[in-house]
C-alpha cells in the first residue's frame, strides 16, 4: 500500500477495496469529484477553511448592527450545502460508492447552514426594520 492510499484510507475510511459499499479512491478520483479540473476536496476544504473569519466578521452583533453579513455568509454556506447534497447524490447513483470523507463534509456543511440560516433569520428581521 502506499503513502497516498494509506492517507486516504485513514482519512475517508476507504483502502480501495469495495468494505460495504465504501470505495473512497473511486469516488474521489471519479470525473463527477474532477468536474472543475481539480479535486473537488481541495475546492471543498478551502470553502469550509473561509467560514472560519466569516464567522468573526462583523462582530458579535452583525444580525443586528450588519444585517448583510450574516445574510450573504447564509447564501454561501446554503449553496455549499446544496452542492454537497448533489454530491451525495451521486455517491449511490452515479458512482455506485461511498465515501466516508465525502459524507463527513456533506454532513458538516449541512449542519453550517443550518446555523448560519439561524443567524440570517434574525438579521432579516432587522433588514427589514
Known amino acids: 500500500m502506499n503513502l497516498r492510499r494509506a492517507i486516504v484510507g485513514f482519512f475517508a475510511f476507504g483502502n480501495g477495496r469495495d468494505d460495504g459499499g465504501f470505495d473512497s479512491d473511486k469516488v474521489n478520483s471519479s470525473d463527477t469529484a474532477y468536474a472543475l479540473g481539480v479535486p473537488d476536496g481541495t475546492i471543498s476544504l ?9 464567522a468573526d466578521f462583523g462582530g458579535e452583533n452583525r444580525a443586528e448592527r450588519q444585517p448583510l453579513i ?31 470523507y465525502c459524507i463527513t463534509g456533506a454532513l458538516a456543511n449541512f449542519g453550517i447552514a443550518a446555523l448560519s440560516l439561524v443567524e440570517a433569520k434574525r438579521a432579516w428581521k432587522n433588514l427589514k426594520k
Do not use: D
Open 46 to 54: 478551502a470553502s469550509l477553511a473561509a467560514n472560519i473569519p466569516m
Open 70 to 100: 450574516p445574510l450573504a455568509i447564509a447564501a454561501k454556506t446554503t449553496v455549499e450545502a446544496a452542492v454537497a447534497g448533489w454530491y451525495f447524490y451521486q455517491m449511490p447513483t452515479k458512482e455506485k460508492a461511498w465515501c466516508g
